[in-house]
């Protein structure tokens, strides 16, 4: 069974400091991989994805992340965070096949202090 | 892009009563949809799998009697929580693949608080 596991479950930051979030998940097969946001009293937002072709994913919000299958990794990158990206960031995963369910880690909580 | 609604974004509801919570896929077809919940300050958790014109596949631990779902168009998709009762109170979040797009999109969420 597929499986995302999120090892930082908060992470504190200063405003312009850099941020990695970490993200590695389970599964044998192909996956499509994913980052979720969701801002306080929001809904779920798509911030990246990534399905094939370069690792290298750009999102939204100056946002990005890197697949390295040999590590079954798919970190979340910024080069300076603001105050405004406090929120909930989520992992995801599906299997490479259509309408597939998408299983989501546990979550890091991004504190920004100003 | 691909919009989806929930109704209603809040209910608040007796134990022992049924609530009745609808997905629908504004702008496109979706012949699956997916349904989580959420606890506070916890991850999305898959209940089920809802496929148009068929049963819908539950995860395990989850109760197909208890949590009723239907979706009888390309469009909708409904949650039907039965005889709820306080530990159901949660977020409930349902999600549409777009099979034009290849994309799946979340609602806005339904927040269930059972009394």
């Known amino acids: 069974a597929q499986s995302v596991s999120q090892h930082n479950h908060h992470v504190i930051l200063s405003e312009a400091a850099s941020l990695e979030l970490g993200c590695n998940y389970s599964y044998g097969g192909t996956v499509n991989l994913f980052w979720y946001v969701q801002y306080p009293g929001q809904h779920l937002q798509l911030l990246l994805k990534?399905?094939?072709?370069?690792?290298l994913v750009k999102g939204i919000k100056g946002f990005e992340a890197e697949f390295i299958k040999s590590k079954f990794s798919f970190n979340l990158r910024k080069p300076s965070v603001q105050w405004s990206d406090t929120a909930e960031y989520f992992c995801a995963v599906n299997e490479d096949s259509s309408a597939s369910k998408i299983i989501f880690g546990s979550g890091t909580r991004l504190s920004i202090r100003p | 892009g691909a919009v989806v609604s929930q109704h209603p974004s809040r209910v608040i509801c007796k134990s022992g009563t049924s609530v009745k919570i609808e997905c629908r896929s504004l702008?496109?077809?979706?012949?699956?949809m997916f349904w989580y919940r959420q606890f506070p300050k916890q991850s999305l958790m898959l209940m089920a799998t809802s496929n148009e014109g068929s049963k819908a596949t539950y995860e395990q631990g989850v109760e197909k009697d208890k949590f009723l779902i239907n979706h009888a168009s390309l469009t909708l998709s409904t949650l039907t929580v039965t005889s709820a009762h306080p530990e159901d109170s949660s977020f409930y979040i349902c999600?549409?693949?777009?099979?034009?797009?290849?994309?799946?999109?979340f609602g806005p969420g339904t927040r269930l608080t059972v009394l």
């Open positions: 702008d496109f077809q979706a012949t699956t």
């Open positions: 999600s549409a693949w777009d099979f034009n797009t290849g994309g799946q999109f």
């Open positions: 990534y399905f094939s072709g370069d690792p």
